[in-house]
């Protein structure tokens, strides 16, 4: 019986992306995604962040990205330039615009569930959505040239929001708000008079709270903490060569805070005290996202980082840009692993000619194949991608590729 339906096959663009500015490792400690302000591309992994494929957003995209979110290894959204917000519920095969328009950026978003998620944005502006991103609304702060960078929810009712301007130079741009309506309205609760910057928040209760930022005109990193719901906020002092922090994120009472210059930060005791994490970089890393007390990602500059022991030793990727002869590496990819009802296929082809053919067959673990099918190409680029679809019970699946005297063959699980 034949389960399967080739959806399409496209060739591979080329192009260059330098900036990594957001990152998200799912639950499972394996999938997550980092995404790109250079350029539109998305980035994937199915091992932790030690190697990264491209996933390619809608043919109408084309705005960068400042931020990625995840509840799982298949539900994740993006935001970015004029306020985009993009969603895949299928481990990224599939992207689709959300949104347009919420402001001139959207450079955080987070969800708490699949249905309630926020985006801080910039001219005072959080975007609020209650149905998982069909709808977003446009809430507007009374702060209207604020440009929040920061945001987050305990739940559907109470969340904070930070805001800075980098490299603005501008006094008081700083501030720290708090909604206890889901987002719709907000009250100030500080604002500096000096040259800070406030990047990113983190609230574990009603009372205690972490802000991370940095001072403009010395590049020192700044963290806050409050014990009173931001009554009153207390400076912790960082570890030495610590800089410039732009994102935090928190697992418990361990938490991790990223910033200029290479800066990873540590803590134990929910942000109490800190130390200093050696890692290979050496220019700004703009986010760092954990899936558990020991597995995290973090993105930066020319690098991606990931780390299986706390950050006790953070490794540098291997990132395969679209236009890499990395790619050409006479292999292919099959993603995502668990599958669902759809798999992308990325193939590096043998040779490039005219009138060539691609057989590709589907087999279970007792070796019984459950679909073949012949692709002929008119023309043959060196690389190329198509999307299949099924309908088979969970288990593991094994895809073979043939092409001329060449077989390859990659294992993946269908979940139901």
């Not at 496209?10 to 400690?29: D, E, R, T």
């Not at 589907?362 to 008119?378: M, Q, S």
Request: aromatic residues 14%; negative net charge.
């Amino acid at each position: 019986m034949k389960y399967l339906i080739p959806l399409f096959l496209i060739l591979i663009s080329s192009v260059s992306a330098y900036n990594y500015h957001g990152c998200a490792l799912a639950p499972n400690n394996l999938h997550g995604w980092v995404v790109c302000l250079d350029t539109v591309m998305i980035l994937y992994t199915t091992d932790g962040g030690a190697t990264w494929q491209p996933q390619d957003p809608p043919d109408s995209t084309t705005k960068r990205f400042f931020d990625v979110t995840c509840i799982d290894q298949l539900s994740a959204w993006t935001c970015g330039i004029l306020g985009e917000i993009l969603h895949t519920d299928n481990g990224g095969i599939d992207w689709y615009a959300q949104a347009i328009g919420l402001s001139k950026y959207a450079t955080r978003i987070e969800f708490i569930n699949q249905d309630y998620g926020w985006a801080a944005c910039g001219d005072g502006t959080i975007g609020r959505t209650t149905n998982g991103g069909n709808f977003w609304d446009q809430n507007f702060t009374p702060w209207y040239s604020a440009e929040y960078y920061g945001v987050s929810f305990l739940n559907q009712w109470d969340g904070w929001a930070v805001a800075g301007y980098p490299d603005s130079l501008s006094l008081g741009q700083g501030m720290i708000i708090h909604s206890s309506d889901g987002g719709i309205n907000w009250d100030s609760l500080y604002q500096t008079s000096g040259y800070e910057d406030y990047l990113d928040v983190h609230f574990f209760n009603l009372f205690d709270g972490i802000v991370v930022g940095g001072d403009e005109t010395d590049t020192s990193a700044v963290i806050l903490k409050t014990t009173d719901g931001g009554a009153t906020w207390n400076n912790i002092t960082p570890p030495t060569n610590t800089y410039y922090l732009r994102a935090v994120d928190f697992v418990g009472n361990h938490g991790w805070a990223v910033g200029r210059f290479g800066t990873i930060i540590y803590t134990n005791d929910s942000g109490d005290s800190w130390v200093f994490q050696n890692n290979p970089a050496t220019t700004t890393l703009f986010d760092v996202d954990f899936s558990d007390s020991l597995h995290g990602i973090a993105c930066g500059y020319n690098i991606i980082l990931y780390t299986t022991d706390g950050g006790q030793n953070w490794n540098g990727t291997s990132v395969v840009e679209k236009n890499s002869t990395a790619c050409l590496n006479k292999e292919f990819i099959i993603f995502p692993t668990p599958a669902s009802d759809r798999l992308k296929v990325i193939y590096n082809t043998a040779v490039s000619g005219q009138g060539q053919d691609i057989e590709v067959h589907i087999y279970d673990t007792a070796g019984r194949e459950l679909y073949g099918f012949v692709k002929h190409l008119n023309r043959y680029p060196d690389r190329i991608e198509w999307k299949i679809e099924f309908n088979l019970a969970g288990g593991i699946y094994f895809l073979e590729l043939r092409e001329q005297d060449r077989t390859l063959i990659r294992k993946f699980t269908v979940f139901r």
